[in-house]
């Protein structure tokens, strides 16, 4: 099955490094001009140059602070006035980690800025070009721990928990424009983010970082650790017309670690 996301420009958050670089990578691969966008300058016009040399197809970059967001609303928004999108791949870092009585209220509005409100107001002023043409795709990188909870990551299930329901919501509505809405529920992967984790719940538990990688990749059925690229197919074809009559959903993609249906 061939994938082309030719002549459609993609905007893919935090996308400098790990899963959304990959997703930005894999975008490109299949034909799409991408809008790459994090905070670190310098790695992004790197990538954009690795990238328009592997593609031939010219890419952009965006500089942003999901954490602050005001800021991040005023330029997120000047950028897609000028800069209509087909694609929006929401992905952003995630907030600290930490049990429910380890945080306070403060920490939980953090995080509501970072993972939910960012994502809501990107999607509403991407919307109106992609219901113009009559085609859109926006997907949403969350975690399996909207299904099953991680106590170390309180902050995380509860804010990606809201943005699931809210997708679910937002599917319904625009599907009559050709518009698609899912999430991928993220397992465990080859990240930068997932060695901070690790080195955290290393010192928690007084372990070595190796064994808690190991306790990990022995939670997984498959017994290892996927590989960004492996992530990075399935948003490519989420975002293609090849699945054109999926929306609405969850898709896990995590070696079978999820145990519920």
Not at 41 to 46: D, R, V
Not at 139 to 154: F, R
Not at 200 to 226: C, H, W, Y
Request: aromatic share 8%; glycine share 6%; with cysteine.
């Amino acid at each position: 099955m061939n994938i082309s996301l030719k002549g459609k420009n993609a905007l893919i958050g935090g996308s400098s490094r790990g899963l959304g670089y990959a997703v930005a990578r894999q975008l490109a691969i299949s034909g799409a001009s991408v809008t790459l966008m994090s905070r670190n300058e310098k790695k992004l016009k790197e990538i954009v140059v690795n990238l328009e040399n592997e593609t031939k197809i010219k890419h952009n970059y965006l500089i942003v602070d999901f954490n602050d967001f005001d800021s991040y609303k005023e330029k997120i928004s000047t950028f897609l006035i000028d800069n209509p999108i087909d694609i929006l791949v929401n992905n952003t870092q995630g907030p600290k980690p930490g049990d429910v009585e380890s945080l306070s209220i403060e920490d939980y509005q953090n995080a509501f800025d970072l993972l939910f409100k960012s994502v809501v107001h990107t999607t509403s002023i991407a919307l109106p070009f992609m219901k113009k043409n009559s085609w859109g795709r926006v997907l949403n990188m969350v975690s399996i721990s909207v299904k099953e909870p991680l106590s170390y990551l309180a902050l995380s299930n509860t804010i990606r928990g809201s943005v699931v329901t809210w997708a679910k919501t937002l599917a319904n509505d625009v599907a009559c424009d050709n518009i698609t809405v899912n999430n991928i529920l993220t397992g465990y992967f080859k990240t930068e983010r997932i060695e901070e984790l690790n080195f955290e719940k290393a010192k928690k538990l007084n372990i070595s970082i190796d064994q808690v990688f190991d306790t990990m990749k022995n939670q997984v059925p498959m017994k290892r650790i996927g590989n960004p690229e492996e992530f990075g197919y399935l948003a490519s074809f989420l975002c293609s017309d090849k699945s054109s009559y999926i929306t609405g959903i969850n898709i896990p993609i995590d070696g079978g670690l999820i145990k519920s249906l």
